[in-house]
C-alpha cells in the first residue's frame, strides 16, 4: 500500500513542481528577465562526499525545486544564479538596518529607522535581488593595486 500511494503522492508533488517552474519562467519571459535569483542553499552536487548523502540531500524538496526550476530556465534560455540567503528577512532593502516584528502580524517586518512595513518574504526577495546586482557589479569592476 504505501509504494503503490507514495509514488502517486511523489508523481502529484513532482506536478505541482513543473507547473510551479513553467509560471515563473513564464513570467521571466513576459518581464524581459534574463536572470533567476535564488536562495544558495550551499547544496551542490559537486559538493557531496558520497552517493548515499547526496542522494538524501537531493531528495529533500526545496532543493528538488530549484533543480526543477534550473532546468526549465535553462531550456528557455534563461540564467540562474544563487546568493548566499544570510540575513535577508531580518535586513531593511531600503537602509540596511535590522528589522523588528511587526506588531501587525508575525509575517511582517517593521524597520525603525526608515519606516518600511512588509512581508519578510518580499523583503528577503528584494535583498538576493539586490546582493546578486551588487556581486556583478564587484566582479566587473577593474581592481586596481597601489
Known sequence: ???????REWRRIRE??????????????????????MEDLGIHK???GSE??????????????????????????????YVDPAYTSTTCPACGNELDLSPNGRRLRRCRRCGLEEDRDVIAVK????????????????????
Open 1 to 7: 500500500m504505501l509504494a503503490k500511494y507514495g509514488g
Open 16 to 37: 505541482i513542481y513543473y507547473k510551479v517552474a513553467k509560471e515563473i519562467i513564464n513570467k521571466a519571459k513576459e518581464i524581459g528577465a534574463a536572470v533567476i535569483v
Open 46 to 48: 559537486e559538493d557531496m
Open 52 to 81: 548515499e548523502l547526496n542522494g538524501r540531500i537531493h531528495r529533500w524538496s526545496y532543493r528538488r525545486f530549484q533543480d526543477i526550476l534550473e532546468y526549465q530556465a535553462k531550456l528557455a534560455g534563461i540564467n540562474v544564479k
Open 127 to 146: 535583498n538576493l535581488t539586490r546582493r546578486y546586482y551588487e556581486k556583478c557589479a564587484n566582479a566587473k569592476t577593474p581592481k586596481t593595486s597601489l
